[in-house]
């Protein structure tokens, strides 16, 4: 009927999550100001990726490397900056912690103390971006809990249940923003005629099952011995197929809708694995969790992780709970 489309029309994700937030206290007016600039940096990113080759210097390396040992594309540089002068304004956000960046970022004027860290992973999937593949954002909004004078950041060094919100855009065929404030999981796809977030599913429920198992197994070589247990038992059972685009967001998103599972284990140079726990790991464990599904490093849950640093990394299984179980009965048998 024709209200309905119109309705439909018109769920933007800023009046989602003011009717989500009914539940919510005083945060809720701060959410929702919070998640329209999560919006308007997708926009503006999406926007750059759908121009990257035809405007200069937007392509390739910017010969730098990051304090991952990453070399760093312009287009890190480019939707790193961007998330910084959204949030500037903000008044609401005072630091910017990235993957990009060594330290946090201070928002020096009009900043109250105490209000809220923005920890983001600004372009996921960088390998992809040169050759026109989807990549993402991930983020997370956690609530500054202490003055941090000393800039040590350390009351960010808590386990991802301290975590208030958490998402990621996926730069796609379309341009889709997931987001959770622990009241579910739900997904919007952007209107560029509108340049509005539509809202397109709510309370995403993960399968049990799924028969995706997405790893890079070039690394096998470089795995424990459960891990390799777990790929030989995929190989000899049907009914799985294998998905892997070297970006975490487009990997998780499949496996967010359809089920399966998703891990990037410890390998011998990387025995805590490469993923990184504040920006990438945790963010996608709410996720999960919020979806009826699980995370973990193999032998914790994921979200109990407390990191030491900021950079810390973890290894990563997550999924269906079914598929994520199994890989976990693999790595118990040879505890
Ligand atoms: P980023 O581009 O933010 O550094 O993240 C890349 C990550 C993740 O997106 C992806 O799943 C993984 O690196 C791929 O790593 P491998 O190439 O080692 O498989
Ligand atoms: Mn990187
Ligand atoms: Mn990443
Ligand atoms: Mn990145």
Redesign the pocket.
């Known amino acids: 009927s024709s209200e309905h489309t119109l309705d439909r029309d018109c769920t933007t994700l800023s009046r989602h999550v003011l009717q989500q937030l009914q539940s919510f206290g005083p945060e809720a007016q701060d959410l929702s100001a919070l998640m329209n600039r999560i919006a308007l940096a997708g926009k503006l990113i999406a926007r750059h990726l759908s121009r990257a080759g035809l405007v200069a210097d937007t392509l390739g390396f910017t010969g730098k490397t990051n304090v ?1 040992g ?1 070399d760093v594309k312009k287009m ?1 540089v480019f939707a790193n900056d961007v998330f910084i002068s959204v949030f500037k304004q903000s008044g609401l956000v005072c630091r910017l912690a990235s ?1 990009e960046m060594d330290k946090p970022y201070y928002i020096p004027e009009n900043c109250p103390i105490g209000r809220y860290t923005l920890l983001y ?8 971006v040169d050759i026109n593949l989807n ?2 954002s ?1 983020f997370a909004i956690r609530r500054q809990t202490d003055d941090d004078l000393d800039q040590s950041a350390s009351d960010l060094l808590t386990h991802g249940r301290d975590q208030l919100a958490a998402g990621y855009i996926l730069y796609g065929p379309t341009t889709v923003l997931v987001y959770s404030i622990g009241n579910g999981v739900h997904s919007f796809t952007l209107d560029p005629s509108l340049g509005e977030f539509i809202l397109t599913a709510e309370n995403i429920q993960v399968p049990q099952h799924g028969p995706t198992y997405s790893v ?1 197994e ?2 096998f070589w470089q795995w424990e011995e459960s891990i390799r247990d777990f790929t030989r038992y995929v190989h000899r059972h049907e009914g799985y197929s294998s998905r ?6 487009g ?1 998780f998103h499949r496996i967010l809708m359809q089920g399966g599972v ?1 891990l ?1 284990p410890g390998t011998k140079k990387k025995p805590e694995g ?3 726990l504040l920006y ?1 790991t945790a963010p996608l464990a709410f996720l999960i969790e919020q979806a009826g599904g699980s995370a973990s490093t193999g032998t914790e849950r994921l979200l109990d992780v407390v990191p030491t640093e900021l950079h810390q990394r973890t290894p990563l299984v997550i999924g269906s709970t079914e598929d994520v179980s199994l890989v976990e009965s693999f790595i118990q048998e040879r505890l």
């Open positions: 991952q990453e890190d993957e992973d600004p372009i996921d999937g960088s390998s992809n990549v993402g991930i890079n070039g690394n892997y685009s070297g970006a975490l967001v990997d998703f990037y490469k993923l990184r990438e």
